[in-house]
């Protein structure tokens, strides 16, 4: 003979179960928005050694120190679960601040499908981030690859010349992101406010 379930019983496990389903998928989109919204709170509020965006760079308003040279260290991470590789052609140069210099960093997908990467940068010692500036960085948009492809990523940056005297190094730190998903949302929603482009 079978133990009956009371209706309260049975109400209760309901509940139950629409809550955990719902912190499940909070968490879920909470994960995929994290990457923008590091990105954002950086910005912000200046930490994590967040560099900012794109720099104007105007040859009349730099000054050049050449009497000064600063070491900038390279380094690369991809996230977990992230199935590209990602390096840079050196692991570091020295500059003179003022100089405008530009550096390549690489990607490879090695998957078998499209995917889309994002790569967030950061600066240590945090102090020197506001004097870090880049006039053209692959971290200003998402990079697309297709199964297999290999694409090179062009930095160029400028070390003020008000750094501080006392820092004398720098490491520029990048961490690649997967965004394929959050890329793909962020398209359908697109097309369903601009039916246009369907």
Request: aromatic letters at 10%; charged letters at 15%; one cysteine or more.
């Amino acid at each position: 003979m079978r133990p009956q379930v009371s209706e309260q019983s049975t109400q209760t496990r309901r509940t139950t179960v629409r809550k955990l389903c719902l912190i499940v998928v909070g968490m879920f989109g909470f994960g995929f928005a994290l990457v923008p919204l590091y990105d954002v709170f950086c910005d912000i509020t200046g930490l994590g050694g967040s560099t900012g965006g794109r720099y104007t760079y105007d040859e009349s308003t730099i000054r050049l120190d050449e009497n000064r040279q600063v070491q900038v260290h390279f380094m690369t991470n991809t996230n977990a679960g992230m199935p590209w590789d990602f390096w840079a052609a050196q692991g570091g140069v020295r500059v003179h601040p003022g100089a405008l210099t530009e550096v390549t960093f690489y990607v490879r997908n090695n998957t078998d499908r499209r995917m889309v990467g994002q790569a967030v940068p950061s600066v240590v010692p945090v102090t020197a981030a506001s004097y870090f500036h880049k006039t053209e960085c692959f971290c200003f948009t998402s990079q697309v690859l297709e199964p297999g492809e290999v694409l090179a990523m062009p930095l160029r940056f400028i070390i003020d010349s008000q750094l501080p005297q006392n820092v004398q190094s720098i490491s520029l730190s990048y961490a690649l992101f997967d965004v394929t998903e959050l890329a793909a949302s962020a398209t359908a929603a697109s097309r369903r406010v601009n039916p246009e482009t369907l």
